[in-house]
T-cell receptor, first 115, second 112 residues
Framework: NAGVMQNPRHLVRRRGQEARLRCSPM?????VYWYRQLPEEGLKFMVY????????ESGMPKERFSAEFPKEGPSILRIQQVVRGDSAAYFC?????????????FGQGTRLTVV | DAKTTQPPSMDCAEGRAANLPCNHS???????VYWYRQIHSQGPQYIIH???NNETNEMASLIITEDRKSSTLILPHATLRDTAVYYC?????????????FGRGTQLTVWP
């Protein structure tokens, strides 16, 4: 059973471009979480999705950021018109049920660099 | 989520036990205590969780006080590869919100 797969591992975008980060959860997991980690800082919750539904997006910036988890395919975190401050590591996690009731499994992250 | 408090840093000699404390004085009866760790630049890794009984697995032991207001993660024989940031989390199982609040954690440094 492959772990949580994130791609790309590294992504470089120029200011104003779009960044699309993909996350394939573990097999059988329908709950997905996205976190952002700025350099030398802790993990900040962004959004929690459960197949086709956004359950909690309280950590998502109001503009430019969106997330989806379609019925088929990976979860996508999309950042439009990227700015330098978006440079960070973005981690995805998945779990079979809500992660307050079981452990969550994390991917290795996508390192986004905005130049 | 119950608020958790951890020391910002600790160190430990290789081969010795590392005991990482966590205070969660506002924890409610249905909230588990989870421990994760993040080795530099990698994705966080689940270690162990418990409700009120002590727990042990192949990675660590978790000791939870009887009043559940604090816990200690024990790495019985720390190695250099255990150097990481360790996070103690107590998610609110009664909440409809999904976020796990990681806080700043404890930077454990294991020295040779």
């Amino acid at each position: 059973n492959a772990g949580v797969m994130q791609n790309p591992r590294h992504l470089v975008r120029r200011r104003g471009q779009e960044a699309r980060l993909r996350c394939s959860p573990m097999k059988g997991h329908s709950h997905v979480y996205w976190y952002r980690q700025l350099p030398e800082e802790g993990l900040k919750f962004m959004v929690y999705l459960q197949k086709e539904n956004i359950i909690d997006e309280s950590g998502m910036p109001k503009e430019r950021f969106s997330a989806e988890f379609p019925k088929e395919g990976p979860s996508i975190l999309r950042i439009q018109q990227v700015v330098r401050g978006d440079s960070a590591a973005y981690f995805c996690a998945s779990s079979p049920v809500w992660a307050g009731n079981t452990e969550a499994f994390f991917g290795q992250g996508t390192r986004l660099t905005v130049v | 989520d119950a608020k958790t408090t951890q020391p910002p840093s600790m160190d430990c000699a290789e081969g010795r036990a590392a005991n990482l404390p966590c205070n969660h004085s506002t924890i409610s009866g249905n909230e588990y205590v989870y421990w994760y760790r993040q080795i530099h630049s990698q994705g966080p890794q689940y270690i162990i969780h418990g409700l009120k009984n002590n727990e042990t697995n192949e990675m660590a032991s978790l000791i939870i006080t009887e009043d559940r207001k604090s816990s200690t993660l024990i790495l019985p024989h720390a190695t250099l590869r255990d150097t990481a940031v360790y996070y103690c989390i107590a998610p609110d199982r009664g909440s409809t919100l999904g976020r796990l609040y990681f806080g700043r954690g404890t930077q454990l440094t294991v020295w040779p």
